[in-house]
């Protein structure tokens, strides 16, 4: 079975619901990703109406998670603490499948990474990161080893606000002959690599996914068929995904596929865009159409936005396995 290795910021995920009110005490747009240091995640987490809940996260994570899920030989790289925090994060990973070997980890002064998700009534989530221990990761720590028996090396976009860890990254990956997929993660993301950007999706990455915001922040524009075009023009496959209108997938000049999103009741939007990232890079691993592949994400995104946070229980995973021809499912 093909492989996919994950490079990140493995952070614990702090689920809170919160009132549209609330994020007035919030500097930073809604609906973004803002980091902050420790002292001011702080003040945030102790002004919650009620304690959030904790669990394993990271967005390249929770792709990889996914993957294992299904049944793809799945590795992670990052950077986490030398405290229980770690400990629980490495072992919630090894749980799910996910093979933790290249888990790299900080002295005793630097905790364990976490990203507190503010979930408001209309499902969105504003999140704002303390990138703790994972910020401590260096190219040092990576080498083409860590690569070694993997098809295809999935990257979160929080690494360019790293550019030198994120152009070794590339480069070992490439040197380990691995295929490279790019989650843009945050328009705040995009803004800030805007000259690095273009020739970096040209030169080192197969697959990009964006999401609308993402996309708009790439060309300029918020017209879809222009951000699609653009990205297009720089990658072999990018996935503009649209939450609830589905998806449009593109791969040369010619192949152009819409997705539809599956109608489901949501409460959290935590995971969407990294599951929905799971389930077509299993698809395209899996030698699948685009259309096929972009089905099994739009159903993994779905599943996912229908709990709390980014992780899915047994028997959703015992149903996607029957009800998906040619997914198969190892259990954790």
């Given at each position: 079975?093909?492989?996919?290795?994950?490079?990140?910021?493995?952070?614990?995920?702090l689920?809170a619901?919160?009132?549209?009110?609330?994020?007035d005490?919030?500097?930073?747009?809604?609906?973004?990703?803002?980091?902050?240091?420790?002292?001011e995640?702080?003040r945030?987490?102790?002004?919650?109406?009620?304690?959030?809940e904790r669990?394993?996260?990271?967005?390249?994570?929770?792709?990889?998670v996914?993957?294992?899920?299904l049944?793809?030989?799945?590795?992670?790289?990052?950077?986490?603490?030398?405290?229980?925090?770690?400990?629980?994060?490495?072992?919630g990973?090894?749980a799910?499948?996910?093979?933790?070997?290249?888990?790299?980890r900080?002295?005793?002064?630097?905790?364990?990474?976490?990203?507190?998700?503010l979930?408001?009534?209309?499902?969105q989530?504003t999140m704002?990161?303390?990138?703790?221990?994972?910020?401590?990761?260096?190219?040092?720590?990576i080498?083409?080893?860590?690569?070694?028996?993997?098809?295809?090396?999935?990257?979160?976009g929080?690494?360019?606000?790293?550019?030198?860890?994120?152009?070794?990254?590339?480069?070992?990956?490439?040197?380990?002959?691995?295929?490279?997929?790019?989650?843009?993660s945050?328009?705040?993301?995009?803004?800030?690599a805007?000259?690095l950007?273009?020739?970096?999706?040209?030169?080192?990455?197969?697959?990009?996914?964006?999401?609308?915001d993402?996309?708009?922040?790439?060309c300029?524009?918020?017209?879809?068929d222009?951000?699609?075009?653009?990205?297009?023009?720089?990658?072999?496959?990018?996935?503009?995904k649209?939450?609830?209108r589905g998806?449009l997938?593109?791969?040369?000049?010619?192949?152009?596929?819409e997705a539809r999103?599956?109608p489901?009741?949501?409460v959290?939007?935590t995971?969407?865009?990294?599951y929905?990232?799971?389930?077509f890079?299993?698809?395209l691993?899996?030698?699948?159409?685009?259309?096929?592949?972009?089905?099994l994400?739009?159903r993994?995104?779905?599943?996912?936005?229908q709990?709390?946070?980014?992780?899915?229980?047994?028997?959703?995973?015992?149903?996607?396995?029957c009800?998906?021809?040619?997914v198969?499912?190892?259990?954790?």
């Amino acid at each position: 079975m093909a492989g996919l290795i994950g490079i990140g910021s493995g952070l614990l995920d702090l689920l809170a619901y919160v009132p549209e009110s609330f994020l007035d005490r919030v500097p930073g747009r809604k609906g973004g990703m803002e980091l902050v240091d420790h002292p001011e995640l702080r003040r945030i987490l102790e002004a919650l109406p009620r304690p959030p809940e904790r669990r394993p996260g990271g967005s390249a994570a929770n792709t990889v998670v996914a993957a294992a899920r299904l049944g793809l030989h799945a590795g992670f790289v990052t950077m986490i603490g030398s405290d229980p925090e770690g400990d629980a994060y490495r072992d919630g990973m090894a749980a799910a499948g996910v093979d933790t070997r290249s888990f790299k980890r900080t002295g005793e002064a630097t905790p364990t990474g976490c990203c507190l998700s503010l979930i408001t009534p209309d499902s969105q989530r504003t999140m704002r990161t303390f990138l703790g221990a994972s910020a401590e990761l260096r190219p040092v720590h990576i080498g083409e080893e860590d690569f070694a028996g993997y098809d295809l090396a999935h990257l979160e976009g929080y690494l360019l606000f790293n550019p030198d860890l994120m152009m070794h990254v590339l480069d070992r990956a490439r040197r380990a002959g691995c295929r490279i997929s790019l989650d843009l993660s945050a328009p705040e993301v995009v803004a800030g690599a805007r000259e690095l950007l273009p020739d970096l999706l040209d030169e080192f990455v197969d697959v990009v996914f964006a999401n609308e915001d993402e996309g708009a922040e790439f060309c300029g524009s918020k017209h879809e068929d222009e951000a699609l075009n653009a990205l297009a023009r720089h990658c072999e496959i990018a996935a503009l995904k649209l939450g609830a209108r589905g998806a449009l997938i593109r791969r040369g000049p010619n192949e152009t596929v819409e997705a539809r999103a599956l109608p489901v009741e949501a409460v959290d939007s935590t995971g969407a865009g990294d599951y929905w990232a799971a389930g077509f890079l299993y698809g395209l691993l899996s030698g699948w159409d685009l259309g096929r592949a972009a089905a099994l994400g739009a159903r993994l995104g779905a599943e996912v936005v229908q709990v709390t946070g980014a992780h899915l229980p047994d028997q959703t995973w015992d149903a996607l396995a029957c009800s998906l021809p040619g997914v198969r499912r190892e259990r954790a």
